[in-house]
């Protein structure tokens, strides 16, 4: 672990070690297979308060900077990706009440997930993906509430969280300017869990539809202004990009642990395999690759921590560690040869679990127009 981090999160970032090796390492397998969420290490993981890790320390958080939570969450990868990803999707969902929230907002929402809840975050539409604005769901002001309608789609935690922040459409005819952000709770009617995913990788993760049917909610649940659903959405966006970047580094490290204990392991032509220069050479390409994603993580939320500027580095890590996420992995299954192929080794799980994190928070594509945009300037 290359982090820096405090005193604090390295008395913690052992309990989770241990927490990870004894209950979600080898117990991930299954529900891999399955696709069950597995409700009992996620109440393991809320009695050790592993939920809370990016609640601000005024709102009973832990007061740990980004770099400790990355340490954190890394270890908790490298076990299993769909678990590091449901403990930060809960983060995702809180960060626009974070953001833009009324006071009363931020403290009932962190109040949820200090008490044992989780958050999801829901932008996307089925036929709104990287073009957000294209989203057709609508909010109406109709007296001192709002009324929503419509259908968001693959949503981390949708059937799991107990809170939901929302972008609606108030004002169609302004495009992303007339979208507003709201903050919907679990059991408010009109509210349901649609069809859930059954994905290729992070399959001990939850995500699914969330349907909203005449939803009313009290006017003071707009989080920020109206119209700025857009802008809020884009900001969360930008945390949580480095996020993954950091769990896929996880997974690469994983990778080439795997790979060099095989290696170590495996005898051919009279001595192992890891004897060869070329494979030396290979697990040297992934080191490499390991530390530059986890340093260009660090650097993106330091840069959040002092309150600099990070919107092109956190699409950088996200981008550059995603991409790397799959070719270590890929490079490990070689490794393996045919068994790297099989179900019985946890490599070609690594590389199902590797490919979402090119797909969401934005694609891959669209975290190139960023820095491009970051680096040349809009023309």
């Known amino acids: 672990m290359a982090y820096l981090i405090s005193e604090e999160a390295k008395d913690l970032l052992e309990a989770v070690r241990d927490f990870c090796e004894n209950e979600v390492k080898e117990q991930s397998k299954e529900y891999d297979k399955t696709g069950e969420w597995p409700k009992e290490i996620y109440d393991k993981a809320i009695d050790m308060q592993l939920q809370m890790l990016e609640i601000p320390e005024e709102y009973g958080g ?74 057709k769901t609508t909010a109406v002001k109709d007296g001192d509430e709002y009324v929503l309608n419509g259908r968001k789609c693959f949503i981390t935690n949708g059937g799991v969280a107990d809170f939901y922040c929302v972008t609606a459409m108030t004002d169609k005819s302004k495009g992303v300017k007339g979208m507003s952000m709201f903050f919907i709770e679990k059991d408010t009617p009109g509210l349901s869990v649609g069809k859930e995913e059954d994905k290729m990788g992070i399959r001990t993760s939850n995500t699914c539809d969330v349907v909203l049917e005449d939803v009313r909610i009290p006017a003071s649940n707009l989080i920020g202004e109206e119209g700025q659903g857009f802008s809020i959405a884009m900001q969360t966006l930008d945390q949580a990009r480095t996020w993954m970047g950091c769990i896929a580094t996880g997974i690469a490290q994983r990778a080439m642990e795997e790979a060099i204990a095989y290696g170590k392991e495996r005898v051919q032509f009279g001595k192992p395999i890891l004897k060869n220069q070329a494979l030396q050479f290979k697990i040297a390409d992934m080191a490499i690759k ?90």
């Not at 490298?78 to 995702?92: P, R, Y």
């Open 290 to 379: 390991i530390e530059t994603a986890r340093q260009m993580v660090a650097h993106s939320l330091t840069r959040m921590d002092e309150g600099l500027p990070f919107s092109k580095e956190s699409a950088i890590a996200k981008c550059y560690a995603s991409d790397i996420a799959m070719d270590v992995a890929s490079e490990a299954i070689q490794m393996f040869g045919g068994y790297g192929y099989s179900r019985e080794y946890p490599v070609e799980k690594l590389l199902r679990d590797a490919k979402i994190f090119q797909i969401f928070e934005g694609t891959n594509e669209v975290q190139r127009i960023v820095v491009a945009n970051n680096t040349i300037g809009r023309f």
């Open 62 to 135: 832990f007061g740990l900077s980004r770099v400790d939570v990355a340490a954190l969450f890394e270890e908790m990868a490298k076990a299993d990706a769909g678990f590091a990803t449901t403990i930060s999707a809960s983060g995702l969902g809180t960060k626009p009440v974070l953001i833009a929230g009324s006071e009363d907002l931020k403290k009932r929402a962190c109040d949820i997930i200090v008490d044992g809840g989780f958050g999801a975050f829901c932008l996307t539409e089925p036929g709104a993906g990287s073009d957000a604005g294209a989203g």
